[in-house]
């Protein structure tokens, strides 16, 4: 049985069976991943990632730069850390601005985001824990486009967004940035699956 909370090398195809299946299986994730994203505010959307999502990363990595079977293990501990371990969310967000410098000038005002994303669910509000790869906000204050953040949840906030149609809130406590979403509840039911029985 494949282990849904962590990559190994085995889980990687070699390139030449990846590349048989790559099609069906960007199609098969991508159609996943329509239920695994949330608009918050102007700017922000939020990529629930998971195993699936994260194997196609390494193996979209490998086959991109064609680092073969060495490149693997470097992609696996990259991307291993963003798949959920069981009692956890995992997101990728993105502050997506089109005009570079609006983009330059936001994200200026955005230092920290990182650490103020929320989730409110059954009375709690859960806050983030950011990646600790790097610092994604530099000494001048401006925040990185793209965040990753983990949301720790307790067996009662599982519990609580387990229920069907169970009113979850995603947003920011961000004093430049204090928008908030009500999540789908596809997204919800999607979402459920990343934790453990």
């Not at 009692?87 to 936001?106: G, H, K, N, Q, Y």
């Not at 230092?111 to 983030?128: H, K, P, W």
């Not at 401006?142 to 069907?164: E, L, N, T, Y």
Request: hydrophobic content about 40%; proline content about 6%; charged content about 25%.
């Amino acid at each position: 049985m494949v282990d849904r909370h962590n990559l190994t090398a085995a889980d990687i195809l070699p390139m030449a069976e990846y590349d048989k299946v790559r099609a069906e299986s960007r199609r098969k994730i991508a159609g996943r991943k329509q239920n695994r994203h949330v608009e918050v505010g102007p700017y922000v959307t939020f990529y629930f990632e998971n195993y699936e999502t994260m194997w196609l990363q390494v193996h979209e990595m490998v086959f991109i730069e064609k680092g073969g079977p060495e490149q693997v293990p470097e992609e696996i501990a990259a991307y291993n850390p963003l798949v959920p371990k069981g009692s956890e969310l995992v997101a990728t967000f993105m502050i997506e601005i089109d005009d570079p410098r609006r983009r330059a000038a936001v994200l200026s005002t955005l230092g920290g985001i990182e650490n103020t994303a929320f989730i409110e669910v059954g009375g709690d509000r859960i806050f983030c824990r950011a990646e600790a790869d790097q610092d994604r906000t530099r000494e001048d204050g401006k925040a990185s486009s793209v965040q990753f953040v983990h949301f720790d949840f307790s067996p009662g906030d599982i519990a609580a967004f387990r229920a069907p149609c169970a009113e979850v809130v995603l947003g920011f406590a961000h004093p430049n940035y204090g928008h908030m979403a009500v999540m789908p509840e596809t997204v919800r039911a999607e979402l459920v699956g990343d934790f453990d029985a």
